[in-house]
């Protein structure tokens, strides 16, 4: 009983050493070693760092009026913008930046996630490192490229027909685009990942929808380190009940898919995303298995990157083109000149040029994911600094992609033909200039699978419309788990 009383009563004091320890001693030797290189930053608060100025900033940003401008940095991202302007020796090096993402000697791997962010994304692609990463990657390799994603092409137009139908009912009518590209990028996904299964595959969309919102609520919202053990919030609470759910409704698929194969319904667990997987996770070869558990965080990985990076890639393509009639007439032109009047078809597809374009100037101005994450592993030698271990590092690409030094005064305008001979020449062959889908061995594997994706969408739209942006749209920004509009995006649709 003593040793009872006595463990319980050092319990707070063992924590809270521990959280002095993680949350103020290791951050400010960590800020002193920085400042002494010339890297400084806005003062440390105990407990909680930056995240009230943070949250202050995003705020005030998102209160004030914009104009119909593409210089979002500060709107979306204001701390930073601020910070950059106030400190010194916070410079941008695009060579010091390759060097991070390539990740040679694996100087800067991946941070570990925790929180709501693991629940959401647990150890996908996205979040882990070393060979599971590889097997991972590999898999998904197989599953995005060539013969497979020509495969996904057919479900891509069907899924874009019954956006369209939707749509046969309204002249002259604003349509919230944002809203409608969610519908539309969420049942492709469905129908890509789950194949028959696309309707259990919907439901298990809206619950990883409701996941993202709780994990970017609480970005910037400090925890006492140890205290979700003792006392959990309704967000705590209802995103476990939500990981769960998501879990048990995968798991009840893959079961119906393989009782099928064993009654001789199917001939095999099929060629969709989920079927690979579940191929996978029965595979002889020990260097390819995996497991359920990896099968889970795959498929959540692959909707929450696939549908939210689509989505907002479509939006704000469609609304470039809603204030830029010229190019829309260019891009219908070459639609028609290409199709016709027939669905797009993948050859098709290779060869719509201005498009491809648009879509980069697009990707440009409003890059879907804003910034990458790393950390140091060790103690390591950048350029001319020394960073010490454990250290994260950010790399803003949406600053990058609207810094006038690489891009020019007209860094702010809408200007496709900047893409005319290929990012490399747009570029002048600084690949860390613009990254829309990350960069080095870590690119986004879907990244094809995004950009069929909206050529298709793109060209049917503009095979049956002209459009326009609606008078009474709002133009402001906010950066959930991409640059997604604050107030949705109103287009008015005129048939052709």
């Known amino acids: 009983m003593i040793v009872l009383w006595t463990s319980l009563f050092l319990l707070p004091f063992s924590a809270l050493a521990i959280a002095l320890h993680k949350l103020w001693w290791t951050l400010c030797r960590i800020q002193r070693t920085m400042a002494s290189q010339g890297i400084r930053g806005p003062p440390y608060k105990l407990f909680y760092g930056n995240t009230r100025e943070i949250l202050q900033f995003k705020n005030e940003a998102s209160s004030r009026p914009m104009n119909l401008s593409h210089d979002i940095f500060p709107r979306v991202q204001p701390h930073i913008s601020t910070w950059t302007g106030t400190y010194d020796g916070t410079v941008f090096c695009l060579l010091l930046i390759k060097e991070v993402v390539n990740n040679k000697d694996k100087a800067f791997p991946k941070p570990e996630i925790e929180g709501f962010v693991k629940k959401l994304l647990g150890d ?58 969610t519908m539309l990028t969420s049942e492709i996904i469905s129908r890509t990942a789950f194949g028959s299964s696309y309707v259990e595959g919907r439901n298990i969309f809206e619950m990883l929808r409701k996941l993202a919102s709780i994990a970017s609520r609480n970005a910037f919202k400090i925890r006492f380190p140890g205290i979700s053990k003792l006392w959990k919030t309704n967000d705590e609470l209802e995103s476990e ?35 690979l997987l579940v191929k996978a996770s029965h595979s002889d070869d020990e260097s390819r298995r995996i497991t359920i558990t990896d099968l889970v965080d795959e498929c959540k990985t692959f909707y929450i990157a696939g549908q939210d990076t689509s989505n907002t ?24 000149n290409v199709f016709g009047n027939q669905d797009p078809d993948p050859d098709g597809i290779a060869k719509l040029k201005t498009m491809g374009m648009i879509i980069n100037e697009s990707l440009r101005l409003y890059p879907p994911v804003v910034g990458l994450i790393r950390k140091v592993g060790t103690k390591t030698r950048l350029g001319k600094l020394v960073l010490p271990a454990n250290i994260g590092l950010y790399i803003p690409n949406l600053k990058l992609h609207h810094d006038p030094q690489i891009w020019g005064d007209d860094a702010q305008l809408f200007k496709p033909e900047r893409f005319s001979e290929g990012v490399a020449k747009a570029t002048n062959n600084n690949l860390a200039a613009f990254f829309p889908f990350g960069l080095g061995p870590r690119t986004c594997v879907g990244f094809n699978f995004a950009t069929a994706e909206a050529k298709i969408a793109l060209s049917m739209i503009l095979q049956r419309y002209t459009f326009s942006l609606f008078p009474a749209y709002v133009h402001s920004h906010t950066q959930l788990l991409t640059t997604s509009p604050q107030h949705g995006v109103q287009v008015i649709f005129h048939a052709l």
């Open 124 to 181: 996908g692609p996205v979040t882990t490192e070393g060979e599971k990463w590889a097997k991972q990657r590999k898999l998904a390799n197989y599953a995005f490229h060539g013969d497979s994603l020509k495969s996904m092409l057919p479900a891509m137009v069907d899924s874009v027909h019954m956006m369209l139908d939707r749509w046969k009912n309204l002249h002259g009518d604003e349509i919230e685009v944002y809203q409608e590209f």
């Open 241 to 275: 009940k939500l990981e769960n759910g998501i879990r048990d409704a995968m798991l009840e698929i893959i079961r119906k898919r393989e009782e099928k194969v064993k009654a001789g319904e199917l001939d095999d667990l099929g060629n969709d995303f989920l079927g």
């Open 313 to 336: 890639m479509l939006t704000w393509t469609v609304f470039l083109l809603a204030i830029h009639p010229d190019w829309q007439d260019e891009a219908r032109k070459e639609v028609l």
